[in-house]
């Protein structure tokens, strides 16, 4: 068997840090076989509308088929996958309308809450490490998603609070391998990663205004690539050898990551 997983090498997801909300009353093996669930759905790494059986899944994440069953409610809970009375689980069908329906809602809630919140008075923004976000002589999606997705979130957080926090960890989730492909471009890759840097240095400047501007350039240009992402993100999910979703092989892509990206820092 391959050791236990922590960070995804492929798509940077960590499934510990998610896990902190969970009942305290769950089972090692619980969170166990749910976070490793979890790594391999917003992975991508389910063929899209493949049933999810616990029986099938419990010795690939070395957990009993209870744990597997109850971390499988949870995901469904999370919308991560789909559950049907009598039918069971399966993983999402991703289509285009949906995709841009969570496009749409992402970037309504980040506009509202920047226009209408006041911010936290203990929160200051720091410069991100132009290492982890990447630069034109090294290229590292990875990296960028990650630092992408919690600079969303962090927004989220300074002016909305923790329940606008959600929604976009809660967004991140679910497109977080559409946004892998979208990174992974070259130019998109370079305007991303450009886009991350001004959206910090706006922020620190508290000009809200323009930064809504650059998120509203950002969800457009993503929007209208939506058609192809769909597609790309379902032949890729299709081009998997079947039973690629194993422990093993999700292992040989995780490794620890130093660390997510700092964007936002307490005030002493």
Known sequence: MGRPIDTCESCGFNPWREVVHLSK?????????????????????????EQLQACNLADRVVAGITPVREALIRLA???????????????????SDELGE????????????????????????????????GTHSHRDPTALVLA????HEQIAIMYGGAEAAK???SYNFRTHAVRKIYVDQTQTFESVSDYVRTLVALLEADQRET????????????????HMLVKEVT??????????????????????????????????
């Open 167 to 169: 929604v976009i960890r």
């Open 148 to 151: 992408l997705e919690q600079l």
């Open 211 to 226: 930064v809504v501007s650059k998120l509203t350039q950002h969800f457009e240009a993503k929007v209208a690539q939506v």
């Open 25 to 49: 009353s769950k089972s090692p093996e619980f969170l166990s076989a749910y976070k490793k669930l979890k790594l391999l759905v917003v992975n991508n790494r389910f063929r899209p509308g």
């Open 77 to 95: 809970a999370e919308d991560l996958i789909s559950c049907y009375p009598k039918r069971g689980y399966f993983a999402k069908v991703i289509n």
């Open 102 to 133: 969570l496009y749409y809602l992402a970037h309504a809630l980040l506009r509202s809450i920047l226009l209408r919140g006041d911010g936290r008075c203990c929160v200051t923004i720091a410069k991100p490490d132009a290492t982890r976000t």
């Open 235 to 268: 032949a890729q999910a299709f081009s998997r050898q079947q039973g690629d979703y194993r422990l093993e092989t999700i292992a040989e892509m995780a490794k620890p990551l130093l660390g997510p990206p700092v964007f936002f820092t307490e005030q002493a």
